[in-house]
């Protein structure tokens, strides 16, 4: 195209790829999986699929700060959910006890926190 350099194109495309970013984001959520012939169950996963991405935005304008705001699913996934903790059992009372070492501790600390104390009506999308 005349006029237009390689950085402004770039620039162009990555306005527009929002709606990319949401799709991928949406299949990483499982959405758009289907049962077999059962539309009772497709609705179902639908479903599961639209509370599962509104919990993630709610995660993320409320308990996620920084560049952590556009990390995908499946970062948020590896990165929060699967930090390396230990179950310890102690006089009837058991306990998850995350490495000290691990990055993602302090952010995780922070968005249970948040949780626990009660979020704030979520921002608009």
């Known amino acids: 195209m005349e006029g237009i350099g390689p950085v402004e ?15 991928g984001e949406l299949g990483q959520l499982s959405a758009g999986r289907t049962a077999v012939d059962d539309l009772g169950g497709n609705a179902l996963l639908w479903s599961l699929a639209v509370l599962a991405y ?12 920084g560049r952590w705001r556009a990390v995908q699913p499946r970062g ?9 903790a230990r179950i310890t059992s102690h006089a009837r009372r058991t306990s998850l006890r995350f490495a000290r070492a691990e990055p993602a501790l302090g952010l995780l600390g922070r968005a249970l926190r948040t949780i626990a104390t009660g979020l704030a009506p979520p921002a608009p999308a």
């Open 76 to 84: 948020i996934r590896l990165r929060l959910l699967r930090a390396p």
């Open 9 to 23: 194109a770039w620039r162009a495309y990555n306005a527009g790829a929002v709606v990319e970013r949401r799709i």
């Open 54 to 65: 509104q919990l993630l935005h709610i995660l993320r304008a409320n308990c996620l700060g």
